[in-house]
C-alpha cells in the first residue's frame, strides 16, 4: 500500500511539475504560452500525457496484484481459523473423555 502511495505521489508531482512548466514565466497562461512555443510545448504535452498513461496502467496492475495478494491471504487466514478451531474442538473432546463425561 505505501508503495502505491508512493506511486500515487510522484504522479501527482510530474502533473504539477507539467503544468507549472506550461505555465511558467509566461504571464500568459496555458494559451499564451502554447502559442508562443508552438508544437515543442505540444510534443512535451503529449509524452508527459503518455508517461502519466504508463504510470497509470502500472498502478491499476499493482492494485489488481495487491487484491489478489489480499485474497490469497484471506484464504489461508480462513483456513488457519478453521485449524485451530477444529484443534480447539479436539482438545475439548479429549478433556471430556479424560473428565470420563
Known sequence: MEDIVTRETIVLLKTQAAIA???GGSGGGW????????????GALVMANEALERELVL?????EE???????????????LLNLA????????MRM???GR
Open 97 to 99: 473423555i479424560a473428565q
Open 31 to 42: 494559451h499564451h504560452h502554447l502559442v508562443s512555443q508552438g508544437s515543442a510545448d505540444e
Open 86 to 93: 477444529t484443534k480447539n474442538q479436539i482438545i475439548t473432546q
Open 59 to 63: 498502478l491499476k496492475h499493482q492494485a
Open 66 to 80: 495487491s487484491q489478489q495478494e489480499a485474497q490469497k491471504l484471506a484464504l489461508r487466514l480462513d483456513t488457519a
Open 21 to 23: 512548466a506550461f505555465q
